[in-house]
């Protein structure tokens, strides 16, 4: 598939609509390969927008009967509206006692600010599952997060039984940062006419706050039927570019 970079104009169509109009030179992959001109009109929908990875945590410590573990904050998600990000606030974490063994831990939190906030109480962990020692271990996990510090209960059920969870003295790194926030948000998508007629599909974008003044990069995927797409990459800085490309 021959990859060409296109320009491509954007019109607002109220608070979280547009319309993209792009030319370009799209090759078809078969034997003899050939190159197409192509006008397409894509309307894009409301989107769906989402603030993650903006939250760290990487701590060692210990955790009684099983010996010592590092804690990580692996993922945190909440959702953007217009007044700002809200609730629920979702966390994973992992609790790793070696390379093998871990289990996985996820929270969820009206609060979007909570590890902002320290001290804070991070309660309702519910273990779904790890690996090693402790694939499909179920349970549940109770932190209190201060600034560098961490401790919690709770208990967990293996297939050797149920025994307690108890952390203590773990320290090292919380709770914000910026520089890896990654917020993200998804659209339907509508080809309006065109070389190629009308089809439904999906916009998935992503915006990164570093480097300044911040990056946008996805996806655009258009379905024509069940065995034929077509599929747009675009991406650029957040106020300036209009630089994008198709890539199959």
């Known amino acids: 598939m021959k990859r060409e970079w296109v320009n491509f104009a954007v019109r607002r169509r109220g608070a979280w609509k547009a319309r993209f109009t792009l030319t370009t030179l799209f090759a078809v992959a078969a034997l003899a390969q050939t190159s197409t001109n192509i006008n397409l009109n894509l309307v894009i929908g409301n989107t769906n927008n989402t603030w993650s990875n903006d ?9 009684a009967s099983l010996g010592n573990a590092a804690l990580v904050l692996t993922g945190s998600f909440a959702p953007i509206t217009n007044s700002g990000i809200t609730g629920p606030l979702q966390m994973t ?26 001290p804070a109480t991070v309660s309702g962990g519910m273990i779904t599952g790890g690996t090693g020692a402790y694939a499909g271990a179920t349970g549940s996990l109770d932190l209190t997060i201060s600034a560098g510090t961490t401790s919690g209960s709770g208990r967990v059920t293996t297939q050797n039984g149920t025994i307690p969870l108890t ?4 320290h090292g790194y919380c709770c914000g940062a910026l520089n890896r926030e990654r917020d993200y948000f998804t659209a339907p998508v509508t080809l309006d006419g065109g070389s190629l007629g009308n089809a439904p599909g999906t916009m998935v974008g992503y915006y990164y706050f570093m480097p300044a003044p911040g990056m946008v990069f ?23 570019c ?5 890539v199959g």
């Not at 939250?55 to 955790?63: K, W």
């Not at 996806?219 to 300036?240: E, K, M, P, Q, R």
């Not at 209009?242 to 198709?246: E, L, M, Q």
């Open 167 to 170: 952390l203590t003295n773990f």
């Open 218 to 240: 996805g996806t655009i995927t258009i379905n024509f039927n069940s065995t034929d797409s077509l599929t747009l990459w675009f991406g650029g800085c957040v106020a300036t």
């Open 242 to 246: 209009k630089r994008h490309r198709v």
């Open 93 to 118: 974490f992992e609790l790793a006692f070696n390379e093998v063994d871990t289990m996985a831990i996820s929270f969820n939190s009206s609060d979007p600010n909570l590890l902002f906030n320290l």
């Open 55 to 63: 939250l760290l945590l990487a701590q060692t410590g210990s955790v």
